[in-house]
């Protein structure tokens, strides 16, 4: 299927394989390096569709490791030029996901997401955020491969102590269908990404469990736990409503334990209640009582955050490096802490989390240490239905020199690579060049050669 993209066409400025980091325009959030919109113009065989990519187009390959999307992409300017891309010259005539999008652009500059640049004065914290425009290939049953292509997502092009850049890639297809509420959870989504991107947590290697989906209420790896957590957390910092949806799912957990198999698990039957730090609705609703109920909460969240930002946080680290960076507020830590984990943690449990600074001991003596309940029994229940399930981040593609030989090949899972090395001998591949070219444009017309 073909589509004219905002039906007229335009000319990028991207190399085929390599997110830019370009100058941000007027009014952008200081986060934010650049903003790209893309739409979909072509879907078929990649075989076929490689050879029919043009100037200014790229091509994106599908999850199904079969088929790929041609897009066309361009810098946006400002409001006015987004709507203009989408193909129209009033945001009353957009789709529901189009002016998602808009949604998204708007939140990206406002102040209130600005603002939040001050916790970072010590870390060059850059996001390019593109806005991918699925209009036209919404159905999932001629498109089956469009949610996994498309899902909101954000890549790590670099990340160490004093820089983090990323990629974020924002579209309608989780809420294909959603009417008017679209916008709202299209920004939520980019909140939730943006948290992903603060973080320099590494998930483990099948952090998720055997199906790698993950749920506000399932008991997955520790890592896993924490990324997801304050990714909620920045949801809810920005999104206060969001918090009754954490509350509300988290009565009843689920555990993995075959692929797609999940055995129920109520609070009070936990055999070990700590893995209600392995939740990451619990760990949202924790960090979200932190930040309401002390003195500027989300500051001292965030200044122990970005002191101590690495590849192994858990939630457990994370709260004890935040009781040892603020030791004044330890026994009201402590308390929501016991709270969150409806008091059935030990009294040595939670030293061995928050340490036992005279605060958490305070607390401690006026407390019962709880007695343990018996293992419940296995119950075998079908796979639930994702609440807001996350793809694993996906492979960033390496640096490429413009004009250089790039190699392409396939892994054992048949995930695409992309490198200027050619890989293991045995393995087959293909050689191609990057090609850039340069954006053309006119007052009147975005898309003008």
């Known amino acids: 299927m073909k589509k004219v993209c905002g039906s007229r066409c335009f000319i990028i400025s991207l190399l ?13 959030s200081d986060f934010l390096a650049s903003s790209f919109y893309q739409c979909i113009k072509e879907f078929g065989p990649e075989e076929v569709l490689m050879k029919k990519v043009g100037p200014g187009e790229v091509l994106k390959y599908a999850d199904d490791g079969k088929n790929a999307y041609i897009l066309k992409k361009v810098q946006i ?6 709507i203009q891309l989408m193909g129209s010259d009033s945001e009353s005539k957009l789709t529901d996901g189009q002016r998602g999008l808009l949604e998204t652009y708007r939140f990206s500059r406002s102040p209130e997401y600005s603002n939040f640049s001050t916790y970072f004065s010590s870390v060059d914290v850059k996001i390019n955020l593109v806005l991918s425009d699925i209009t036209g290939f919404e159905d999932i049953r ?9 899902w909101p997502s954000i890549i790590k092009d670099s990340s160490n102590a004093k820089q983090i850049h990323s990629t974020m890639n924002i579209s309608s297809v989780p809420y294909i269908g959603g009417g008017s509420s679209t916008g709202e959870n299209m920004k939520k989504a980019f909140a939730h990404e943006f948290g992903h991107g603060i973080d320099m947590t590494r998930r483990e290697s099948g952090g998720y469990g055997p199906d790698e989906d993950h749920y506000a209420n399932e008991i997955i790896q520790p890592r896993s736990a924490f990324t997801e957590g304050f990714a909620n957390f920045i949801t809810i910092h920005f999104f206060p409503d969001k918090i009754s949806y954490y509350k509300g799912v988290i ?3 689920w555990k993995e334990e075959d692929k797609g198999k999940y055995k129920r698990v109520t609070v009070n039957d936990m055999e070990d209640p700590t893995q209600l730090l392995q939740v990451e609705g619990v760990n949202a609703l924790i960090l979200a009582d932190i930040s309401k109920e002390l003195p500027n909460g989300i ?46 943690l030990l009294n040595s449990e939670i030293r061995t989390i928050l340490g036992s600074s ?61 490198s200027d090395r050619p890989p293991e001998p045995g393995i087959e591949y293909e050689m191609r060049f990057t090609t850039p070219v340069e954006v053309k444009s006119s007052d009147t017309n975005p898309f003008a050669e």
């Open 16 to 28: 085929m394989f390599i997110p830019l980091f370009v100058p941000s325009m007027a009014g952008a």
């Open 77 to 82: 300017k400002d409001e006015n030029h987004l």
């Open 142 to 150: 001629k498109y089956p491969d469009v949610k996994e292509t498309f």
């Open 251 to 253: 009565n009843e957990l």
């Open 299 to 344: 500051g001292l969240i965030m200044q122990s955050f970005t002191r101590h930002n690495s590849s192994n946080t858990t939630m457990m680290s994370f709260l004890k490096k935040l009781v040892a960076d603020f030791p004044v507020h330890a026994a009201v830590i402590a308390e929501i802490l016991d709270r969150h984990t409806s008091g059935r």
């Open 358 to 418: 005279p605060g958490v001991e305070g607390y401690l003596a006026k407390r019962k240490d709880p007695l343990r309940k018996s293992k419940s029994p296995d119950v075998t229940v079908k796979k639930p239905e994702p609440s807001e399930v996350q793809k694993p981040p996906p492979v960033p593609s390496p640096k490429v020199v413009p004009g250089k030989s790039v190699y392409v090949w396939k892994d054992a899972q048949g995930r695409k690579h992309f």
